[in-house]
């Protein structure tokens, strides 16, 4: 038996072909009247009979005298009076009794279970096809019933109805009709057509219950349906299960697989299974493309990036929103402000408007690397577009920028703006204007924003107090006590640290027991953080013995 993260599937050899019941495959016949003869109900051709009519006929020279009773005795004239009345059918209202009626008078008494097929498949609503099933199911042989059932799913899944198809389900359980993979292969498409891939996975892991084996095509979508419930483990290894196979997979299925592996940081294998899919001669939609640009700018690979973008355009297709979104994540993810710039500046050619991510992503990469006109102008035509406005971030980064600058009244008016916009003030925001007083000396300013803090009572976190320990790096000596007290507020064993370490005295026990104790309650970035602001703060304040001490913490 092969077990799968809890689901058991009878062992087959996958070597001899495999015939999927949700395909379409051709119907043999050389005579019409053999396409009702041959039909029976286990014939794996039943399902597609009314998807398709056969390609081979009997040719009857229409000049003959009897050309139009032979024409009128053939099936294919049975089959388009049976789609006319499937077309009035997905029309009329669902009424039992009326329905019954009209079938009677359209079929007559000599009626055959494929006319139910014919119908069912041609019908759209979803309101009408249990009466119709009711109908047929009453008039048919026994063995046709499961056939019935699946057809009239399928009507439930053109409509995208899954809680219909599901009750059928479990009508079809109750009346002893045993369900087959095609049952279970048009619900779990069903739910993934109606968004729900849970469902999808929920169903797919009921079929041992029936002892029924998943084919390659019911195995192949539940790759995309596990990924999009987050079950990576589960997708990639029915992925590799079906490249070992050779099993058809569609370009929807390929996209999965590199969004997951782009989700777990794998962007080699991101770039291998875009590789995979095109050797398998499937062209990638632009869509495709899209997730592909997204998964590998997070790992900053500007060169395929580029070279992803070039595909694009040499295919012949038109880069849309999303595509320009992507690479614009991916240059600031890289932080190459030229390429990202460009790309914005693009989108604004082409009249495509910025939502407020994209524009807080631009503008923080131009403050981030210093194109200080460029973020300027990006904000402003924040500021003129209609769809959105700047908020608190925007605010924050264009802020924060001018105070690395030491542009103190630019940044003034920021927050000036910021407040009247509806904003409140943010304490990543009062920290970087108490780093360009102190840059600038202008000791009053810090004395005042650190009363600012104090009085407006702002929660502080792990962020915030990282701000707040650079600053102390660029504090006067007599403004570190305020300082201090700040931190104290949101972590006073920290805030405890900084007094020590501003106080007189080396390097004591009390010093190093507070010290660990603070860093064993923070991981990674933030220790290491913390650890390189007292380093700092140490020798700001030309205490080199403490500074070697948190060295040695790092």
């Known amino acids: 038996m092969a077990h799968i993260y809890g689901v ?32 029976e109900p286990n014939n794996s051709n039943l399902y597609q009979f009314t998807d398709q009519k056969t390609n081979r006929y009997i040719w009857v020279n229409p000049k003959t005298s009897n050309s139009s009773k032979l024409a009128q005795k053939s099936y294919d004239s049975r089959y388009n009076s049976l789609t006319k009345v499937a077309e009035y059918l997905n029309s009329c209202s669902p009424v039992e009794k009326d329905i019954f009626n009209l079938l009677d008078r359209s079929l007559g008494t000599e009626l055959v279970a494929q006319d139910g097929l014919i119908i069912l498949n041609n019908i759209s609503n979803p309101e009408t096809a249990p009466f ?7 008039r048919c042989n026994l063995s046709w019933k499961l056939v019935l059932y ?5 009507v439930f899944k053109k409509c995208k109805d899954l809680d219909s198809a599901e009750q059928l389900f479990d009508e079809m359980l109750q009346r002893g009709v045993r369900p087959d993979n095609f049952t279970f292969s048009t619900i779990i498409a069903c739910a993934r057509m109606c968004g729900l891939p849970g469902k999808a996975v929920a169903w797919f892991e009921r079929m041992p219950e029936f002892e029924i084996q998943p ?8 790759i995309d349906a596990y990924g999009r419930v987050g079950n990576v483990d589960m997708a990639l290894m029915l992925y590799a299960r079906a490249r070992l196979e050779n099993w058809s997979l569609g370009t929807v ?3 999965t697989v590199i969004r997951m592996y782009g989700s777990i940081g794998d962007f080699e294998n991101c770039l291998n299974v875009f590789r995979d899919m095109k050797g398998c001669g499937i062209k990638p939609s632009l869509g495709c493309y899209n997730t592909l640009l997204d998964a590998i700018a997070r790992g900053k690979r500007v060169l395929d990036v580029k070279s992803i973008h070039q595909e694009i355009v040499s295919n012949g297709l038109r880069p849309g929103w999303a595509t320009y979104a992507a690479l614009l994540r991916a240059y600031c993810k890289a932080r190459c402000g030229d390429d990202a710039m460009n790309v914005y500046k693009e989108m604004k050619a082409k009249g495509m408007v910025l939502n407020n991510v994209l524009y807080n ?11 200080v006109d460029e973020a300027i102008a990006v904000f402003d035509d924040m500021k003129m577009c209609k769809e959105c406005q700047p908020d608190a971030r925007s605010f924050s980064t264009l802020i924060a920028m001018f105070s690395r600058c030491g542009k103190v009244s630019e940044a003034e008016a920021a927050l000036k703006d910021m407040l009247e916009a509806g904003f409140e003030h943010d304490i990543y925001v009062l920290s970087n204007l108490i780093r360009c007083y102190g840059k600038l000396k202008l ?10 803090i104090m009085e407006l009572d702002l929660s502080l976190d792990e962020r915030y107090c990282s701000c707040l320990l650079k600053v102390m790096t660029e504090t006067p000596r007599e403004e570190l006590g305020k300082v201090a007290l700040c931190i104290g507020k949101a972590d006073s064993k920290l805030g405890d640290v900084v007094k020590l370490v501003a106080g007189s005295g080396g390097v004591d026990e009390t010093l190093k027991n507070e010290a ?15 650890c390189n602001c007292l380093i700092d703060m140490c020798v700001h304040l030309e205490k080199l013995d403490k500074a070697s001490y948190f060295r040695t913490l790092l």
């Not at 084919?215 to 539940?222: E, I």
């Not at 992503?361 to 194109?371: E, M």
């Not at 300013?445 to 650190?450: E, H």
């Not at 104790?517 to 953080?529: F, I, K, N, S």
């Open 253 to 255: 299925t390929f996209t």
């Open 516 to 530: 660990r104790e603070v860093l064993a309650g923070v991981r990674g970035e933030v220790r290491e953080t913390y």
């Open 443 to 452: 000791r009053d300013d810090v004395a005042r924003t650190l009363d600012m």
């Open 361 to 371: 992503t631009i503008l923080s990469i131009c403050a981030d690397i210093g194109f």
């Open 150 to 154: 699946n057809v009239t799913l399928k």
């Open 8 to 39: 058991s599937f009878g062992h087959r050899s996958f070597n001899n072909q495999i015939v999927c019941q949700s395909r379409t495959p051709h119907l043999q016949n050389t005579n019409i009247s053999e396409r009702t003869n041959n039909l």
């Open 215 to 222: 084919d390659d095509a019911t195995f192949a979508v539940m």
């Open 132 to 138: 119709l099933l009711k109908y047929f199911l009453g």
